[in-house]
T-cell receptor
Framework: EAQVTQNPRYLITVTGKKLTVTCSQN?????MSWYRQDPGLGLRQIYY???????DKGDVPEGYKVSRKEKRNFPLILESPSPNQTSLYFC??????????????FGNGTRLTVT | AQKITQTQPGMFVQEKEAVTLDCTYD???????LFWYKQPSSGEMIFLIY??????QNATEGRYSLNFQKARKSANLVISASQLGDSAMYFC????????????FGSGTKLNVKP
């Protein structure tokens, strides 16, 4: 089944404890990206990747890191999480990095709570 | 700057009636793509429909249609014959042809279908 898989679905952590949210897609998509969803703000892009080893900042990159060493994987790293990073996170991919008509396919989301 | 505006935080509709969810956008791009996504209470993001800025016909997908008015920069989603399962959050999103790295999302509209 074609899908984007995120893990974990739920994560509760404490301030400053490094964490990684994994994301993997099995559709051979070039483009992958991370979003955070906060009430009243919709989804905001954190980072995106056009292809292996090609990543760039979205609109809210502060406090996050990413890497794209393989085409299928795009982990999100929080080196020192803070309470304002408590949010619902989505990983998404699309077939082509250069096609505006290519929709995003989303993972099921990771609900992160930082205390 | 790109921006998506959804002015209806919440809406009610009677089962079997049609409903229109509003979306306006702001972009300096001449070519762009517009998307609608559904987010049920379970949290996943489901792609519904796509409209290209140069498409002459309004997009349709089953009970979903997109009322695209380019001059007004609006891309309203019309759901015909509402069903209880349509109760969800709906997001409008945009991706540029030239600035295709970024997706921009509106703040969403929460639709409740009443039996």
């Amino acid at each position: 089944e074609a899908q984007v898989t995120q893990n974990p679905r739920y994560l509760i952590t404490v301030t400053g404890k490094k964490l990684t949210v994994t994301c993997s897609q099995n559709m051979n998509h070039e483009y992958m990206s991370w979003y955070r969803q906060d009430p009243g703000l919709g989804l905001r892009q954190i980072y995106y990747s056009m292809n292996v080893e090609v990543t760039d900042k979205g609109d809210v990159p502060e406090g996050y890191k990413v890497s794209r060493k393989e085409k299928r994987n795009f982990p999100l790293i929080l080196e020192s999480p803070s309470p304002n990073q408590t949010s619902l996170y989505f990983c998404a991919s699309s077939l082509s990095a250069g096609a505006a008509n290519s929709p995003l396919h989303f993972g099921n989301g990771t609900r992160l709570t930082v205390t | 700057a790109q921006k998506i505006t959804q002015t209806q935080p919440g809406m009610f509709v009677q089962e079997k009636e049609a409903v229109t969810l509003d979306c306006t956008y702001d972009t300096s791009d001449q070519s762009y793509g517009l998307f609608w996504y559904k987010q049920p209470s379970s949290g996943e993001m489901i792609f519904l429909i796509y409209q290209g800025s140069y498409d002459e016909q309004n997009a349709t997908e089953g009970r979903y249609s997109l009322n695209f008015q380019k001059a007004r920069k609006s891309a309203n989603l019309v759901i015909s014959a509402s069903q209880l399962g349509d109760s969800a959050m709906y997001f409008c999103a945009m991706r540029g042809f030239y600035n295709f790295n970024k997706f921009y999302f509106g703040s969403g509209t929460k639709l409740n279908v009443k039996p």
